[in-house]
């Protein structure tokens, strides 16, 4: 049981570049989370899913895209790669019978 | 003001001491409250849910929750050097979804 799954765990984009972060989970939640967080500053939600075909907003958008075709992915995009997107970057997925969530190993940007 | 506060430290105490780290809150709504320990580079792991007010133990943890204060609790037994680590509060209004996280408190136990 893998739980959630974070691909790449770091990464170094240059100014303006795309990428997208990977996650998986096989524990069949149907919550699903994108968080960042800087130093000191705790976690910020980007965007999150209750369910496939569902995503909405969370705190701090700007700058992210998700989809989330299947119960198992939630993939998040980022377009015209910014200094300020430099941040360790969570996925999480929790559904309404599970204690907490379940967070993966995390993925590691630096925009430069 | 912010939703959840929660002392950034860092906290440094030796090993065997009793530890109590703290989270305020601002909504009275808060029903589910979570504790999460983080390991450097590594993602946050679920330490110890709670629901409303009261205790909850479990081991050398425990986790106090205060309603009517809007404060929150975890204290460790018998510190252990591998307790060393950033914890940080979550709660909500909802089970399982949209909770809000503290930003952390960086704990250091001495050997």
């Known amino acids: 049981n893998a739980g959630v799954t974070q691909t790449p765990k770091f990464r170094i984009l240059k100014i303006g570049q795309s990428m997208t972060l990977q996650c998986t989970q096989d524990?069949?939640?149907?919550?699903m989370y994108w968080y960042r967080q800087d130093p000191g500053m705790g976690l910020k939600l980007i965007y999150y899913?209750?369910?496939?075909?569902?995503?909405d907003k969370g705190e701090v958008p700007n700058g992210y895209n998700v989809s989330r075709s299947t119960t198992e992915d939630f993939p998040l995009r980022l377009e015209l790669a910014a200094p300020s997107q430099t941040s360790v970057y969570f996925c999480a997925s929790s559904s309404e019978t599970a204690y907490g969530y379940t967070f993966g190993s995390g993925t590691r940007l630096t925009v430069v | 003001q912010k939703e959840v506060e929660q002392d950034p430290g860092p906290l440094s105490v030796p090993e065997g001491a009793i530890v109590s780290l703290n989270c305020t809150y601002s909504n009275s709504a808060f029903q589910y409250f979570m504790w999460y320990r983080q390991y450097s580079r590594k993602g946050p792991e679920l330490l110890m849910y709670t629901y409303s007010s009261g205790n909850k133990e479990d081991g050398r943890f425990t986790a106090q929750v205060d309603k009517s204060s809007k404060y929150i609790s975890l204290f460790i037994r018998d510190s252990q050097p591998s307790d060393s680590a950033t914890y940080l509060c979550a709660m909500s209004t909802d089970y399982g979804q949209n909770f809000v996280f503290g930003p952390g408190t960086r704990l250091s136990v001495l050997p």
């Open positions: 899913s209750v369910g496939a075909g569902i995503t």
């Open positions: 524990m069949n939640h149907n919550y």
